[in-house]
Structure formats: structure tokens, C-alpha cells
């Protein structure tokens, strides 16, 4: 799936830029882009390890265990599948904790360990296992409560009340993050583990 | 605003002085730990790398091609007769593949109609209940070479979907233009 529509964006991208004479824009898009996601990965090389290793404190002391047995009967309803007490579920915790209070950089990589832990229970090791769907499901339905960057770009452009959109934000987050449970759930019945 | 301005600003100065204090009360080796930690989360970027380098490329390519403004073109008859500004077209779809570009695009809507117009209202809200689809999953199957991703995208889209049209209901209620 994912190698199909990467390459789709590529071949629909080059294919209209030849229509419409923008190859040379193209040109300049991919080695500029190149260069970005560099730059971008230069920035994050100090703010998630900065992150990673603050976490690592808050999981020597107990804190992630202490966090993730409060969210572990949550936890039990989305992802039946893994076993109590395994780790993944502290990954998960961490993860879901972190994109809720809007820290980004600091979700991804308990993320991608919740993913790695994932992808030793699973039996198929191509195929996402339900577990990773409903995951991935949740990371991508936007669990953040307020949208801090939003509200500055509002400030910036002089809105009388850059907060009057928390509220109906906080709704229409529930509502994404609940269809797309719902969604998943739906799925996950007409298909195997 | 203030008084959420102040909280927001708080949240990352309080996330470090819980886990310090909370780490000094276990007698955990603060410093050694953390460094442990980063050391982690450098390992964790570098191997994400290639990824960010390949997905970035392609959305770059279809960026510059025009290609998203012209199937925007092509949906707008969908698009208006449900109701849903024309404008935000390009943003809404842009927001799938890319947080930079759509905050480029967001920006613009800001200038021209302002933060506290309809559309103003209907992207900030709007853009709080989505997420870079492409580029989430993208980095995590990559992680653990998952290539058979099921029904993740098609939920995840519908997730999205259902934001989209709540923003809009939400904004129609809340503040009719």
C-alpha cells in the first residue's frame, strides 16, 4: 500500500508537471525537499532526544508504569490482543500522553518503540497486526487538546479572541478520534488478527 | 487567552520539573539516564531518516506539479454543493500530505479573510481535529517494515472525514456568518 502511493505521488506529480511545463519547479522541489528532510532531522536530533532522554528519567523512576496502569483498562478495551502487563502498552501510554498535552516530538518515538513491541507479537510480519491499525488509527485521528500553534497563528494575524476556537477544536478532535475508533473496530471484525 | 496562553506555556516547563522531582524522590541517576535516553532518541531519528528524505521528495514533487490544485478543481462541484467553502479545498486535502505546506496555505486564508472570519473560524478549527496522514504512517510502518497496512488508511480517512465535516457543522452553529 504505502509503495504504491508513494510512487503514485511521484509518477501523478511528474506527469502534470510535464502538462502543465513545470518540470523545472519539479526539479528544484525534489533537491530542495531533500535538503528540508535533512534540516528538519537536524532539528529533531536535539528536541526528541531531548525528549527521549527525559522520559528515560520518568521511566527509571516509575512514572510511565504509574501512568499506563491508569490508562491500562482504556488500553485493554482498544487492543484486546496484547497481553497484560507487556510493554507495549507502556510505549502506547506514553505515546497517547504526549500527543494529548501537544508534545509531538515527544510522542513519536515512544510511538515507534509502541510499534517495534507491536511487531514481536505480531505473527505476519509484513501485514499490520489489529493492535498496530487501531494504533496508528488513533495517532492519525489527532488526539492533541489544543492546538497551541493555531491559536499563535491567530494572534499573529490579529483575531479579537484566538481562543474561541479551543472549544469547538476539542469537540471536533473527540469526534475524529471516535470515528476513527469506531471505524477500526468496524474493520477489525471482518478480518483475522 | 491569557490565562490559556500562561497554561500552554507552562506545559513543557512542568513536564521537566515533574520527572526531575519525581526522579530525585526515586533516587533515579538523573543526568546518566537522560543521556542514555538521548542517546536512544538520536539511534531513533537517524533510522527515520531515509524515510522523512523519501516521503518529503514525493510530497514535494506533487506539490510543485500543480496536482493537488487541479483535483481540487475537479472536486469543487462535489465540494460546494455540500456546502464546504472552496477555498479550504486546497488546505483540507494539503493537510493529508504535508503540516508545512498547509500551514503555508492556512496563513494565506488568515491574510485574505481573517483569523475571525467564517473561514478563518472554519480552518482553525478545522486544522486542530486533523492530521498529516501520509506522513504518520509513513514513519511508523516503515519502522518495523510493515508493508501491508490493511485498513489503517482507509479509517484514518474517514477519522480525518469526520473532523472535516464536525469543523464545519460546528462552525455553522457556533458562528453563522
Known sequence: MLNY???CMILIGIAVAAVTGRLQDVTNAAIES???AVMLCVTMLGVMSMWT???RIAERAGLIDMLSEKMAPLLRMLFPDIPRGHKALKHISTNFIANILGLGWAATPAGLKAMDELQGLNSRKDTASRSMCMFMIINMSSLQLVTMSILAYR???NSANPSEIIGPGLIATLVSTLIGVIAGKFFERGSGS | MSYIMMLSNLIIPMTFAVIILYGYAKRVELYDNFIEGAKDGMQTVVGILPTIVGLMVAVGILRASG???????LIL???SRLGYPNEAVPLTLMRLVSSSASTGLLLDLFKK?????YMGRFVSIMMSCTETVFYTMSVYFMSVKITKTRYTLTSALIANFAGVAASLLLTNILFPS
Open chain 1, 155 to 157: 494572534s499573529q494575524y
Open chain 1, 5 to 7: 502511493i508513494w510512487g
Open chain 2, 67 to 73: 496536482a493537488l490544485d487541479i483535483i481540487s478543481r
Open chain 1, 34 to 36: 531533500a535538503k528540508d
Open chain 1, 53 to 55: 532522554g527525559l522520559m
Open chain 2, 77 to 79: 462541484p462535489l465540494t
Open chain 2, 113 to 117: 479573510y481573517g483569523p475571525d472570519s
